[in-house]
C-alpha cells in the first residue's frame, strides 16, 4: 500500500503516478506553495516496516528526496539525495522555512525519477546519488 501525504494535508491512499507527476513536476513551483510547502510517500511493506520518501522542493534548486526505513516503529536507514556534493556547504530554504544543503536538490526530472522508482518499490533509485546524514560536511543542513 501508498499512503501520500500532499502539501496541504490531504491524505490519498495508492495515487495514480501520473496525477502525482502532474501536480509535482509539471505544476511546478505553484503546487508547493499549498500548505507546508511538503509531501511524504509512504511505502507499507506489512505493519511493522515502511519505508517513507520525504518530498522538499527549493523554487530555485529543485526537489530534495529524504528516504526513512522504518522497522518496527524506528528509523533504521536514513538517505538524502544527492546531486552536487561541492555544494553541500551551502543552504537553502525549501518548504517552511526548512534549510537543506543546494547539493541536495535534484533538478525536477531527476527528482521524478526516484519518486517514480520509489512508488513501485519503495526503495531508494539507483538512477540517482544519495549520501548518508553522518557523512555530510560539517557546516551542512538536511
Known sequence: MI???SPNGFIID?????????D???GFPDYWHQGNGA????????????????ILPSYEH????KHLTIDDGRITEE?????????????????NEWLASIGLFLPLEKAWV???????TGDR??????TKPELMPEDSNW
Do not use: H, R
Open 3 to 5: 499512503i501520500f501525504e
Open 14 to 22: 495508492n495515487p495514480s503516478a501520473d496525477e502525482l507527476k502532474a
Open 24 to 26: 509535482m513536476i509539471y
Open 39 to 54: 509531501a511524504t510517500i509512504t511505502y507499507v511493506g506489512d505493519k511493522k516496516n515502511k519505508c517513507l520518501l520525504l
Open 62 to 65: 529543485g526537489i530534495y528526496l
Open 79 to 95: 538517505w538524502l539525495s544527492l546531486e552536487d556534493s561541492q555544494k553541500l556547504d551551502l543552504c537553502a530554504e525549501c518548504s
Open 114 to 120: 526516484a519518486i517514480y522508482d520509489f512508488l513501485l
Open 125 to 130: 533509485s539507483i538512477q540517482i546519488d544519495w
